[in-house]
């Protein structure tokens, strides 16, 4: 083919080739045109698309936002008001609502050490629907990498969120389905604390919403753990507060119970604690000594690490600033340096005890803290000076009690006053109970040392002890009774002892009350008593009534029968008797008289002994005066019959007067008929009776007679004072006189009292003589040698002076203000008759003239009318032994019983005893073997004139001596 030909041909090819383009490029022109119309389309759809699905998304941020606002209102509200006690119960719940609002499948709060990578994890949650089931309670191990360092460098509050195998290691593959956001809740030396929380990532927002919720929940959590951990240093501090004040307490409650032998180790351990409670390092307790003016250390406690070692332990007066200001200011001082240090601590010093101004100690307590002291330590400190000041106080008081209680020679007991439980008791006490030591007693009831019946004594006891119970018989009523209660205590091996017991309750503000029984052993006291009151009517060697009781039977006699005869019986030659036979064969004739006259009278009819050998019968009436006779001619021939006297027969002579009496008014008449009458039948001869009548009347003329010559005695001055001296039986030194009246008849000679007195006393005549003595005596005693140290001068009263003479203690002051002499010297002796007619009367004139300051003495003490409520109610400062009870001390035991028993009375009641009649040196020996220290008799000295005693006294006074010295101070 030629080339034109393939030309044309390439020619056309290309034409058709053109034409099929354009054709093409129409088609593609059309489908474009097509196409965009459509993409167009799409694109508006894509618009609202994108509008719709942006509303909706709003709407559903809106809603996670209001959901997760109200989720950590109510997180905080739960955490708001959880208490410290449930801090890990309120996290838990906080994580768990955390959880389920953020639609979580899982929460967790973890401690990571960031050294070593170690977990703790303080809380977990997850939720029951989650597809994340390995990440239940058992995490996987963290890996280090770059979120922990990214954890590390990040802010509190920081959230990172990351993929599980970023975190952990060996997970399974579902766990990369989830997104892991963390934050940074606190750091700590080195420790983390991270909240985490797993979810599925739906690109929808929801990293956002929980890392929202994380951050909120993270403040509120970090709120509350620093809420707890105030709290939680509050309750220590509380804690430690409490635990300092109980231990003070305690440490307070045993010093006040401390016991003296405890004290010392109590004080010590409280000032320890003290010091470690406040945290102190040193206290040191420093007395202060006024006479050497210094400062002692008495109880130092200091910390291992501070010691005051170098400080001296006794610091003068001016020597140390704190303690000399403590003192002078009497009051808490603070020293405080700027920058304290071990040689100059800061320091304070709290005084106590002491008179004001002048404290007796300084506590001191030593500190390295700056700055001034806390109030609370001072007024701790301060406490701690309070309590031991009432500590030492109550020890203080305690010891002078339990010593006043020791050394009181009174049986003292404290009782509880709610059980009368024994509580505590004196040693006077434990001595009358026989029993070595108090502690077995105590806790006791009363039955553990009291007798309830004579039933409960033992069978050796019973007998001499029947008195006892039937003088406490009713007198029992309870520890308070109103009036003291007699009791009977089990004394030494089981024997009885009377006591009386007088209660007082006690109360007190520390303790329970307690009553406090004084008990006086009053065994002796009281047998003396019974022994006294029987003696007030019956004579102590017969058992008969004495005059006392034989005039009360007379009484009674009269009101029964109205009249009777009254018979007084002497026995003839019985001096002879005495003075041949001895005492002790003439009071067992006397005993034996005694028996048969009781035995022989009527029933009815009383039978006494006046004294000496006179008896006295006493007939009821009415009986006629043949009768009278009659029975007494009966008893002199029954009397009369022989008395077997060991080696003696004796037959026994009487001699009676007889008197008639109407009324009980001519009682007394009737003893001074019969005796006249039995001296007229004495005079007789003997053995026989006489019946007073009007021939008797020459007696009751010769009485008359005796007073008109008494009365012209006083008045023609025939009367004087002799003075018999009384010695002390220690050393033999005069040192008293009994001042006795003596009558210079003018007919008769020098009368001794016994021969007029007592006709005195009966014709009114006592007080006139007793004036006479009274002045006389006074004067005389103010003229002895030795001053107010002389000897002291004894006066008789006699009952008409007690009783008639309204003017005594005037004529007492007025002799002593005009003689000069000391009342002290003046004892004045009251007779028991006086007592005997006016016993209220006798004790006020008494007591009036005690107030002179004038020692008063109880006479003829045993004659048969003594009696305990004299020696009470007259408060006598000495007793007068009878001389009839001495003159039988070396032959008769019951004399020996009866003058034992008085000094023992005596010795219990602070009486001086003087014994009267002391005619033989064995008398005097017996008598100072006994203990008693006084006597005068004719052994001694007889009553000699004004004058003889004078110089006898003024021999004593110049050489020290007397006659008698020498032989009571040899023997």
Known sequence: MTEPDRLKQIEQRALRERTARFQAEKIAEAKLRELNAVKESLERDVVERTNELRTALAELQSSRVASSHEALWQIGEALNTASFDAADEAIHAALAALGRASGASGAAIWEIDTHSLSVVPAAQWRAEASVSKDLGSSLPSLKPGPWLAAMGIAEVGSVLTMEPSEMFEDIPKTIFELRVSAGVIAKNDG?????????????????????????????????????????????????????????????????????????????EGSMRETAELLEVPGIVDWAVDYEKHCYVQTRVWHRKDFSDSGVAKTQEFGGHELLDAAREAARTVQLTPDRPTPAIPSRLAVVRGGAPGQPSFILMVTTLDSGPWNDDKIEALERLSATIIAVENRLATESRTTAALDSSPVSIVHRARKDSRLLHCNKAFLEMLGEPAMEPLVGTLPERVLYSSIADVELEFRESSEWMFEEAAGEWKDLMGDAPSLVIYRGPGGRPILARMRCVEVTTAYDEPFILIHVEDITDQRK???????????????????????????????????????????????????????????????????????????????????????????????????????????????????????????????????????????????????????YKAKDAGGRRLAVFDSSLQAEIDSRQRLESELRRAIDHGELEVHYQPEVSLLTGKIIGAEALIRWQHPERGLLTATLFMEEAEEMGLATDVGSFVLAEACAEAAGWPGGPEAPLVRINLAASQICDDTSIYARVNDVLRETGLDNGRLCLEVTESAMIRDLTLAEQVLAELSQLGLPLALDDLGTGYSSLSYLKRLKVDSLKIDKSFVSDLTTDRDSVKFINSILSLARALNLDVVAEGVETEAQAQTLRGLGCERAQGYFFYRAMPAMEIRRLLEAQHGLGVTPVHALIAGS
């Not at 929801?206 to 105030?230: K, P």
């Not at 307490?249 to 004290?263: I, Q, R, V, W």
């Not at 041949?580 to 009527?602: D, Q, Y």
Request: hydrophobic share 45%; aromatic share 6%.
């Open 191 to 267: 420790t983390l604390t991270v909240a985490a929380i797993s979810y599925s990532d739906d690109a929808d927002g929801t990293a956002t919403a929980i890392d929202y919720l994380l951050r909120g929940a993270m403040i509120l959590l970090r709120q509350f753990t620093r809420r707890v951990s105030l709290e939680s240093q509050l309750d220590k501090v509380a804690q430690r507060q409490a635990q300092a004040h109980n231990s003070m307490m305690k440490s307070a409650a045993d010093l006040l119970a401390a016991t003296p032998e405890t004290f010392d180790n109590l004080l």
């Open 528 to 678: 003396a008593k019974l022994k006294l009151e029987l003696l007030a009517e019956h004579d102590e060697l017969t058992s008969l009534m004495n005059r006392r009781g034989l005039r009360r039977r007379i009484m009674e006699m009269e009101h029964e029968s109205g009249t009777g005869a009254l018979v007084l019986i002497d026995l003839d030659r019985f001096k002879y008797v005495n003075d041949s036979l001895g005492h002790e064969t003439g009071n067992r004739l006397l005993r034996e008289v005694a028996a048969r006259l009781s035995e022989h009278i009527r029933p009815g009819d009383a039978v006494g002994r006046l004294g000496g050998d006179e008896f006295a019968i006493a007939f009821q009436g009415p009986l006629d005066e043949g009768e009278a006779q009659r029975l007494v001619q009966i008893l002199i021939e029954k009397v009369g019959s022989a008395v077997e006297l060991g080696p003696h027969r004796v037959y026994p002579s009487l001699s009676a007067g007889i008197a008639f009496w109407g009324s009980a008014d001519e009682a007394d008449l009737a003893f001074i008929h019969a005796d006249t009458a039995m």
